[in-house]
């Protein structure tokens, strides 16, 4: 029993949904309101000292949707792995160095609500990032802390890789770089990835041909000073093979003020910009981007418990499925609402609004 | 680790399972044998105090079928919340009013086997009680315990609102109220629940038509004297829109009786009366309701562990399936055999009986 | 708190896997890497002693696929039971006596990768061993231990039972019988157990006529001198009903040589001989079986936490599908790659080889 502990987050708000502006297939979606379980965890975890300074460690993570009833898994971080001084090497299904510079960036306490910074980052205009995910099949390599400097290097073996080319393979591998400096007030984080997928026939992560290439590179810091913190990030996204060289910059500003000892002010401001460069068919990639911000108020009663109110907007701009085969238009990140960016349907100017109030209770 | 108990039941029985009398498709349904895990469960749970009488809590509870490896989930009450001198709130996955009051008054150890008193409750002749499950985006509020009055108000919100018409949409939202007086000996409940289907071209939840709305009833109480306890339970439930004005009334007694120090003998009797009221196409509801009984016998090895035997027999009347497009017949509630109940099939005066003998371990 | 322990274990590796050698539709199938969680578990048990040498026992055990965040579930060994002097009687899902001889006598660290001996087990040709697996509906009886002599016997109820035959019931009922000596340096085991499966009209387990019954005995032992250990183990599957007389035998030898105080060295070789006997249809069943070897090497960092490394090779006979109507090759077992073993593909002398190199930790 002492080598396992027991943790997890349980995160429940009462969100209120709205949505307007969309001409097509979003115009008539509803307002409604739901219990929301966000980023709830339940996970399993243990560290063994092996002496000379190295040690074994693990991971069990599952997600727990409350609200609606949902399993136990390992879908979120798990991996088992060895520490020492050559560093950290771990293997399992977990997030990336893009993915965990957007978290780290994040102001809302959950980084799994309808606040989500990851509601703009890494889709190209697409159905959803292939960064601001986890991957199976992951091996990772974390150098030692060098005063505040990290690197990590992280690799997606392909376990169904096919030759002849197939419908909709899952046909994909990846690679991942990611360099902090992470000291004192000061955090700058790089990171750098790329996913190939190949011999997808039919309509595969992209919906379009057979083979995709697409590249990631992030950006961002955080500065913490007195009661406040203010955060940056800018990523860039870039499509190659049957995506032809669609790119996109999306870029955030975020803060934090503490309004009393337990009361915290937040804010974020992100911008997808207009898709750019040349797509087969395509002539006109203006308006196709989106604007999202957020404020919120967190509240602690205690060092584990936290009340919180956050309200989040979404613009999707007037062209935003302008580019034919891909998804159309921006939703929430993990929070999602279900009503904009499935494929084939109309979300141009589509607006999204949710306000969710809870509590954010660690264990 | 000190912050999450880890705690769950474990009951596994063998069942002997036996049909007989149905004219139609149940016919000729075989008698089987049966290893069942019945209402086992595994959950996390923890309470943190805040100062001032309020403290936070949390409740993740999975089902555990480890008859047949089912998969772990947080499908029971599973919720996140706060109490204080205002009372209780909380948001989640969990049981409303109507269904606690059944489980209270029901007399065999675990609620979820085949002589649960849910077997009859609620069904207004259909497939399952919409008002015996766990709501999922629910929000409830309790009040503090006035010298033994209690009183809890629930909301299920709908998160799955649509506006235009649509195939078998879970398009529904739910509101109940219960009142209780528990004190030493003596235990009273009134209960009433609404629940409201819209937009449903589909087969819904009662395969009729687009609007429907259903109320539920309950009173019910129980008395301890002695080595004994006898229970009460009347529930009245009543269909409006496309069910027209179909009404039902169920009932039961109940007690039980500790023969030694650690043996308890229990039996209940339930009857659930032909349906009344007006439905399109409807003309003779006699002859619509069913019977059912249990006698069993738990004896404790200890506070934790109890040995069980119970024996259920359950009689649907002769013209059970009279209304077209409702669920036709009755079936044990959790521990259903899966022979009646489905749609389509004839189980006019179907007859089952269980028997089953096993242990029952807290932990 | 005090009456669950949370147990597992933890195994990642990193395999690659490669393939040749097949004419049919095996051939070109990729080689691939991946990273593997084998057998990697998340438990949750218990024991109460209930005085007079009585005592109540438990489990909820669970795969954790962390490779790939698969489910949570209690689909591993799970159980109720009690124990005392009488022996020890237990209900659930969980391993008979065939497969536990097999598992004993496995020389790899997981019983769950690409080194398993149930590559080969019990398959008579067939897509997969109907007895290298758990049964659900189990109830099971195990002596005490006399002087290390210990029989078990094993009833799988028929809860899917049907009367007129169907399409692919799974209905199943099983008994098994395993006797034990288990002393010191010497370990000795014989195993013996039937299946039948009866009304289904279509594939049902088998994939052959309506009614069927498979026998499977197994004899085997394990002698451990010095740092070493040595290990046989012989098995006789035969079919009967829709099967004709079906027969195979299998056969192994493994050993293990701890080659530093912390390093061990293993070996083991499985030979499926040809299929005999008669079947409809069918004339030669020459060149029917496979061979299957293994050498690894594992190192203990701890108690709890090993590195390991295994080299596993499989080749199937040339005629491996020579019997229509049955799964066609051999795979890995728990690890298996996915390209043989699928009915109506030709995988006749496909060669698969799989090389790991990973970490197993419990906790």
Redesign the interface.
């Known amino acids: 029993?002492s080598?396992?502990?027991?943790?997890?987050v349980?995160?429940?708000?009462?969100d209120i949904i709205n949505t307007s502006g969309a001409a097509g297939a979003g115009r008539?979606?509803?307002d409604?309101?739901?219990?929301q379980?966000n980023g709830?965890r339940?996970g399993?975890k243990?560290t063994?000292s092996?002496g000379n300074g190295?040690s074994?460690f693990?991971q069990?993570e599952?997600n727990?949707?409350?609200?609606?009833?949902?399993?136990?898994?390992?879908?979120?971080d798990?991996?088992?792995?060895?520490k020492g001084d050559f560093g950290t090497v771990k293997?399992?299904?977990f997030s990336g160095p893009n993915r965990d510079i957007a978290s780290k960036l994040d102001v809302v306490i959950h980084s799994d609500g309808i606040g989500d910074n990851s509601a703009l980052l890494g889709k190209l205009g697409g159905r959803a990032s292939v960064f601001d995910t986890?991957y199976?099949?992951?091996?990772a390599y974390i150098t030692p802390d060098f005063s505040g400097f990290q690197a990590t290097v992280q690799y997606q073996?392909?376990?169904?890789?096919?030759?002849?080319p197939s419908a909709n393979p899952a046909n994909q591998s990846l690679a991942e770089l990611g360099l902090n400096y992470d000291n004192g007030p000061v955090y700058v984080g790089l990171t750098h990835g790329k996913l190939t997928e190949k011999n997808s026939t039919g309509a595969g992560t992209f919906n379009t041909g057979t083979d995709e290439d697409v590249t990631e590179t992030r950006l961002g810091g955080m500065y913490k000073f007195g009661n406040a913190s203010v955060r940056a990030l800018f990523a860039h996204t870039k499509g190659d093979g049957s995506l032809g060289s669609l790119k996109q910059n999306v870029w955030g500003l975020a803060g934090t003020y503490m309004v009393t000892a337990n009361g915290k002010l937040l804010a974020q401001y992100f911008r997808a910009n207009d898709l750019s460069g040349n797509r087969a068919g395509v002539t006109d990639l203006s308006d196709t981007g989106a604007k999202f911000w957020v404020l919120g108020y967190e509240h602690s009663?205690?060092k584990?418990?936290t009340l919180l109110a956050h309200y989040a907007y979404l613009k999707n701009d007037d062209r935003v499925s302008a580019v034919s085969g891909m998804a159309k238009g921006y939703d929430f990140g993990d929070g999602s609402t279900g009503i904009a960016g499935s494929a084939g349907s109309n979300n141009d100017g589509l607006k999204l609004s949710g306000l969710q109030v809870?509590?954010n209770?660690t264990?």
Chains 1, 2, 3 share one sequence.
């Not at 409350?66 to 979120?76: P, S, T």
């Not at 073996?157 to 002849?164: M, T």
């Open positions: 029993q080598n396992v502990t027991v943790y997890g349980v995160d429940g708000t009462f008539g979606a509803p409604y309101t739901r219990v379980s709830s339940l399993f243990g063994e092996l190295m074994a693990f069990f599952s727990a949707k409350f609200d609606a009833g949902g399993g136990l898994d390992v879908a979120r798990s991996f088992v792995g060895l293997l399992g299904n986890r199976t099949n992951s091996i073996a392909n376990e169904n890789k096919n030759i002849a009663l205690s584990r418990t809870g509590i209770h264990f």
